[in-house]
C-alpha cells in the first residue's frame, strides 16, 4: 500500500512533492505499522507552537529551544533518515533536519528551500540567496563563503567548488538524494531485506530505475 502510494506520487515528473509525506511513507516502507497520522499532527504540534515564523525565528525554535541537533554519534543509523524518528529522537542528518525545518515552514507559511551542497545538506529562505542555515550544527547561519569554506572542510579540498553548490534543490531531487543516502546505508549493513525495500522504492522512481537499469546492463556485460 505505501510502496504503491510512492509510486504514484514519483510517477509525476512534478517537484511539488511534499516532502512531509514521502518522506513518512517511506519510513513506514522501512517500519511496518508506522503511523502516519500521528507524525503528521507531531509536526502541526510544533509549527503551532513556534513563536516567530520566519526562517530565522524557526531555526531558534527548532536548534536552540527544542534541541533538534545532528546525530554525530551515530551518523550512519538509517533511522536518522525516517522523519518520525527524527521528530521522535530530536536528532538526524543534515537532509532529514533540513526536511523538518522546510515542513515547520510551510505550515507558518515560510517558504524554506532545501540547498543540495555535496556532502552537507542546507536550507534557506527562498527571498535569500546570502544566508543559509546548517540544521545539522544548530542552524548556524552562514553566508556563501562559509558555505563554501565548510564544503571545502567537509571534503578535504578534494572536489572542486562551484557557485551552484548552493541553489535551491526541487523537492524531487531532495527524495532522490534521500534514496541515495538508504541504499548507501543499507548496502554497508547486514539488512537485507530494508536494502530491498529501499531498492523496491528505488525502482518506482523512473530516472532511479534507469539508471540502475544500465549499471545492472554494465556489469553483466563483464561476464558476456
Not at 536518522?80 to 529522537?89: F, K, Y
Not at 551552484?164 to 523537492?171: V, W
Amino acid at each position: 500500500m505505501n510502496s504503491a502510494r510512492f509510486a504514484k506520487l514519483m510517477a509525476s515528473d512534478s517537484d511539488s512533492l511534499d516532502l512531509d509525506e514521502v518522506s513518512l511513507i517511506m519510513s513506514a516502507v522501512l517500519q511496518p505499522g508506522l503511523d502516519e497520522i500521528e507524525w503528521f499532527a507531531a509536526l502541526d504540534l510544533i509549527a503551532a507552537e513556534c513563536p516567530t515564523p520566519t526562517a530565522d525565528g524557526i531555526s531558534r525554535y527548532l536548534f536552540s529551544e527544542l534541541g533538534f541537533a545532528g546525530n554525530r554519534e551515530a551518523y550512519y543509523d538509517w533511522r536518522n533518515s525516517c522523519l518520525d524518528r527524527v521528530i521522535a529522537t530530536r536528532t538526524g542528518i543534515p537532509i532529514s533536519l533540513s526536511i523538518l525545518m522546510i515542513e515547520v515552514g510551510r505550515r507558518l507559511g515560510v517558504e524554506l528551500q532545501g540547498v543540495g551542497m555535496p556532502a552537507h545538506f542546507l536550507v534557506k529562505a527562498a527571498d535569500s540567496d546570502s544566508v543559509f542555515f546548517d540544521p545539522f550544527d544548530g542552524g548556524r547561519q552562514l553566508n556563501r563563503l562559509q558555505a563554501r569554506e565548510l564544503f571545502e572542510s567537509i571534503t578535504r579540498g578534494q572536489a572542486p567548488w562551484s557557485e551552484s553548490h548552493l541553489d535551491p534543490t526541487p523537492n524531487r531531487a531532495i527524495v532522490i538524494r534521500m534514496l541515495n543516502n538508504l541504499k548507501a546505508v543499507f548496502a554497508r549493513r547486514s539488512d537485507e531485506v530494508r536494502f530491498a525495500l529501499v531498492m523496491q522504492l528505488r525502482s518506482q522512481v523512473p530516472e532511479l530505475a534507469v539508471l540502475e537499469a544500465d549499471e545492472f546492463d554494465s556489469a553483466n556485460a563483464i561476464f558476456n
